[in-house]
């Protein structure tokens, strides 16, 4: 699969986690993480994004510039969301498949599972857009 934001190579990495086992896909030139929607049901407490998202936070910055970026599964433009509380960040999110990260972006959602964060945005999304449905 290829990286939305840079086109570089994504490259599967599975952790072990007290409550199984997540793959997650992350980019191997702009360190950027690929969350399937899918994959998104487990981890809260043993979930460290220290070892998942150990990018640049330099390089996150600067990709994070990119914007309209398509969904890897799908192509569809993904849907792009200011974080109210960082309005410099932005977060890209397929309410299909999944959602996009820049590299050092996930160290903010240490304390939620993925799906937690995954509905955070989706959330954020849908206060920002009432009128969108999907
Ligand atoms: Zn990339
Ligand atoms: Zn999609």
Same mark, same amino acid.
């Given at each position: 699969?290829?990286?939305?934001? &840079?086109?570089?190579?994504?490259?599967?990495?599975?952790?072990?986690?007290?409550?199984?086992?997540?793959?997650?896909?992350? &980019?191997?030139?702009?360190?950027?993480?690929?969350?399937?929607?899918?994959?998104?049901?487990?981890?809260?407490?043993?979930?460290?994004?220290?070892?998942?998202?150990?990018?640049?936070?330099?390089?996150?910055?600067? +990709?994070?510039?990119?914007?309209?970026?398509? &969904?890897?599964? &799908?192509?569809?433009?993904?849907?792009?969301?200011?974080?109210?509380?960082?309005?410099?960040?932005? +977060?890209?999110?397929?309410?299909?498949?999944?959602?996009?990260?820049?590299?050092?972006?996930?160290?903010?959602?240490?304390?939620?599972?993925?799906?937690?964060?995954?509905? +955070?945005?989706?959330?954020?999304?849908?206060?920002?857009?009432?009128?969108?449905?999907?």
């Amino acid at each position: 699969m290829k990286c939305p934001k &840079c086109n570089g190579e994504l490259a599967e990495q599975t952790f072990l986690t007290q409550s199984g086992e997540i793959v997650i896909d992350k &980019c191997k030139r702009c360190a950027g993480i690929w969350f399937d929607k899918g994959e998104a049901e487990l981890l809260r407490d043993d979930w460290t994004s220290v070892s998942v998202d150990d990018g640049d936070q330099f390089l996150g910055m600067i +990709y994070n510039e990119i914007r309209n970026i398509d &969904c890897p599964r &799908c192509q569809q433009p993904m849907k792009s969301i200011n974080d109210p509380k960082q309005t410099h960040i932005l +977060y890209e999110i397929c309410p299909e498949h999944g959602f996009f990260m820049d590299s050092g972006e996930f160290s903010d959602f240490r304390k939620l599972s993925v799906k937690e964060a995954f509905d +955070y945005i989706l959330d954020m999304y849908r206060k920002d857009h009432p009128d969108d449905t999907f």
